[in-house]
């Protein structure tokens, strides 16, 4: 067989193996096992939306290819009205808008259409590995950007070299935050937007999370901030919103440029996805509401497992959104010694934030998307594990 691409060998190794091995051992063992570690809504998607994609699967239009320049017209459209409803941005559907195979896809072709061997893209740590991966495998260099807690998990633009930024084309960012929980305010946008004109870099912010939130807090868009569609984009998913991982559905919105040279790459790779599903991901963001069942759950699953911690002596913060909790680790260990210990002792699985970039080393990440709990009571049991195993 022939060698594969070189390109490969630039992907990082894979620092959850021992993680997925020690699982795979407890699953065998036949322990019963919480886990903590996989950030995949535990809930089914909403019964009304399957109902649209049945209905919608049994249209004959949806059978063929969409052929449409940007996606499925009627899907952008209702895009377009849920950005006007939940975050006041106006966008034309026509150019402000492209339909995505669920958001990973975007954010990886990113970097494809716009990275080439020696450019520089500018990524937070930790951080969703897809932006560096995708990076590295177009040939480019990555300049990590530290999201430390005294900062609120933001990266401090000013320690960018000016040589650095003068060479970045793309910087990526994502809030609410995978993995630290941490939210960003306009401010700090506002701030993103000046430094990415005076240096000329696309701004790519993944909005995956914007939707799952906490009490009285709601995240905002990038694109809310005067001057975000001109130098950048934002991505989000129907994944996480609607409990819809498996559907593969997301859109990119701003800046016309980026929307049209990614789906001039796109368009050579892809030829979109089943428009029955679009159809029904419309129904969905068109009968989207503020207040979920499934946000109900996972702010009580937050509370015992926040308040838990805390009882148990953990520094730790609620989180004002997404639905991971940012553990700061005892201080004689790593990150991979404590959720190995978690793992053999408590038989909870956590994920060490090393696997999310150097500066994730002294944290673990807790999912609060636990399949199989009810009502908070497999936190409860987690906390009490946990309490027992380090007691
Ligand atoms: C920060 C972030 N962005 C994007 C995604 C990808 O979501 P999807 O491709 O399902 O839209 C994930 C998935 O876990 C994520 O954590």
């Given at each position: 067989m022939p060698a594969p691409s070189a390109r490969l060998n630039r992907i990082p190794p894979y620092l959850f193996g021992e993680m997925a091995r020690l699982k795979a051992q407890a699953i065998a063992e036949g322990r019963d096992l919480i886990d903590l570690g996989i950030g995949d809504p535990d809930q089914p998607s909403p019964e009304s939306v399957i109902a649209a994609l049945a209905e919608a699967a049994r249209n004959p239009e949806t059978h063929r290819y969409d052929e449409s320049p940007a996606g499925w017209p009627p899907f952008l459209e209702a895009a377009a009205r849920w950005y006007r409803r939940r975050f006041g941005v106006e966008l034309d559907p026509g150019s402000e808008l492209l339909l995505l195979i669920g958001s990973k896809e975007g954010l990886a072709h990113l970097a494809w259409a716009y990275i080439d061997p020696g450019d520089l893209a500018l990524v937070p740590d930790p951080a969703y590995t897809v932006y560096k991966v995708n990076t590295l495998l177009a040939g480019g260099e990555i300049h990590t950007m530290p999201l430390r807690r005294e900062s609120g998990f933001l990266p401090d633009l000013g320690e960018i070299p000016t040589e650095v930024a003068r060479r970045a084309k793309l910087l990526y960012l994502n809030y609410p935050n995978n993995p630290t929980g941490a939210v960003a305010p306009l401010e700090f946008f506002a701030a993103v937007v000046a430094f990415a004109r005076e240096h000329d870099i696309v701004v790519c912010h993944d909005a995956a999370y914007t939707?799952?939130?906490?009490?009285?807090?709601?995240?905002?868009?990038?694109?809310?901030?005067?001057?975000?569609?001109?130098?950048?984009?934002?991505?989000?998913?129907?994944?996480?919103?609607?409990?819809?991982?498996?559907?593969?559905?997301?859109?990119?919105?701003?800046?016309?440029?980026?929307?049209?040279?990614?789906?001039?790459?796109?368009?050579?790779?892809?030829?979109?996805?089943?428009?029955?599903?679009?159809?029904?991901?419309?129904?969905?963001?068109?009968?989207?509401?503020?207040?979920?069942?499934?946000?109900?759950?996972?702010?009580?699953?937050?509370?015992?497992?926040?308040?838990?911690?805390?009882?148990?002596?953990?520094?730790?913060?609620?989180?004002?959104?997404?639905?991971?909790?940012?553990?700061?680790?005892?201080?004689?260990?790593?990150?991979?010694?404590?959720?190995?210990?978690?793992?053999?002792?408590?038989?909870?699985?956590?994920?060490?934030?090393?696997?999310?970039?150097?500066?994730?080393?002294?944290?673990?990440?807790?999912?609060?998307?636990?399949?199989?709990?009810?009502?908070?009571?497999?936190?409860?049991?987690?906390?009490?594990?946990?309490?027992?195993?380090?007691?």
């Amino acid at each position: 067989m022939p060698a594969p691409s070189a390109r490969l060998n630039r992907i990082p190794p894979y620092l959850f193996g021992e993680m997925a091995r020690l699982k795979a051992q407890a699953i065998a063992e036949g322990r019963d096992l919480i886990d903590l570690g996989i950030g995949d809504p535990d809930q089914p998607s909403p019964e009304s939306v399957i109902a649209a994609l049945a209905e919608a699967a049994r249209n004959p239009e949806t059978h063929r290819y969409d052929e449409s320049p940007a996606g499925w017209p009627p899907f952008l459209e209702a895009a377009a009205r849920w950005y006007r409803r939940r975050f006041g941005v106006e966008l034309d559907p026509g150019s402000e808008l492209l339909l995505l195979i669920g958001s990973k896809e975007g954010l990886a072709h990113l970097a494809w259409a716009y990275i080439d061997p020696g450019d520089l893209a500018l990524v937070p740590d930790p951080a969703y590995t897809v932006y560096k991966v995708n990076t590295l495998l177009a040939g480019g260099e990555i300049h990590t950007m530290p999201l430390r807690r005294e900062s609120g998990f933001l990266p401090d633009l000013g320690e960018i070299p000016t040589e650095v930024a003068r060479r970045a084309k793309l910087l990526y960012l994502n809030y609410p935050n995978n993995p630290t929980g941490a939210v960003a305010p306009l401010e700090f946008f506002a701030a993103v937007v000046a430094f990415a004109r005076e240096h000329d870099i696309v701004v790519c912010h993944d909005a995956a999370y914007t939707e799952v939130y906490y009490d009285d807090y709601r995240p905002v868009s990038f694109l809310q901030t005067p001057g975000a569609r001109e130098v950048g984009i934002e991505i989000h998913s129907a994944s996480k919103t609607f409990n819809m991982t498996g559907w593969r559905v997301g859109w990119a919105a701003g800046n016309p440029e980026v929307l049209r040279i990614l789906n001039r790459l796109k368009s050579n790779i892809d030829s979109k996805q089943f428009p029955a599903v679009d159809m029904a991901a419309a129904y969905a963001l068109d009968t989207w509401t503020e207040d979920r069942p499934t946000l109900r759950l996972y702010r009580k699953r937050r509370d015992i497992l926040v308040n838990g911690l805390r009882r148990l002596g953990f520094d730790v913060e609620p989180p004002k959104a997404s639905f991971y909790v940012w553990l700061p680790v005892p201080a004689e260990m790593t990150a991979s010694e404590f959720a190995r210990l978690l793992l053999e002792r408590a038989g909870v699985l956590v994920i060490p934030g090393i696997g999310y970039g150097e500066c994730g080393e002294g944290y673990v990440r807790l999912s609060l998307t636990v399949a199989g709990d009810r009502d908070g009571e497999r936190l409860a049991e987690a906390v009490e594990r946990i309490g027992r195993a380090l007691g």
